[in-house]
């Protein structure tokens, strides 16, 4: 008889402070809750990034990553990368304008998941590639469509918990 997952514990209301704190940042910072919903620590990074030391990423396993995206871009390939080695519960993305989510799924992350990110990352590049060469799109929202679109795909194909919160 296969057990039920443990429970999720509920979103710590400092989260939420955080998300205030850093959306609209022109630099990415990083806060990091472990599994039992404890804040763990803080790190400010450049424009690009905020990656935590190996030391720091063994407090991420299992808990609720937050940083902010400058961008406001939906997960890129560095993201998906640092999900699948660091393994947190919960991994969200901050900006000026909305709120990205994944949820672990029971069964872990998918082994495949970089692989069908990258595989509909080129569908959905090749989709919108018209629209920008034509100028009906700029880059930041090509970037924007890009990315959202292939989230969304993968996370329905691989059966991840998504959400997009606008502000």
Do not use: C
């Amino acid at each position: 008889m296969a057990s039920n997952p443990p429970e999720r514990p509920p979103v710590p209301a400092s989260v939420e402070e955080a998300e205030r704190t850093i959306r609209n940042q022109k630099f990415e910072t990083v806060h990091v809750w472990g599994a039992d919903g404890v804040y763990r620590f803080g790190k400010n990074g450049d424009e690009n990034s905020a990656d935590p030391s190996d030391e720091e990423k063994a407090f991420v396993k299992d808990g609720l990553f937050l940083h902010n995206h400058p961008s406001d871009y939906s997960f890129g390939r560095r993201d998906i990368m640092f999900v699948l080695s660091a393994n947190p519960a919960e991994f969200r993305a901050i900006g000026p304008k909305t709120r990205y989510v994944i949820i672990r799924p029971a069964s872990g992350w998918p082994n495949n998941f970089m692989a069908e990110w990258l595989k509909w990352l080129k569908t959905f590049s090749d989709r919108h590639d018209k629209s920008f060469i034509s100028r009906k799109i700029n880059e930041k929202e090509y970037n924007r469509r890009v990315y959202a679109d292939t989230m969304k795909r993968v996370t329905s194909t691989l059966n991840i918990e998504y959400r997009e919160e606008g502000f």
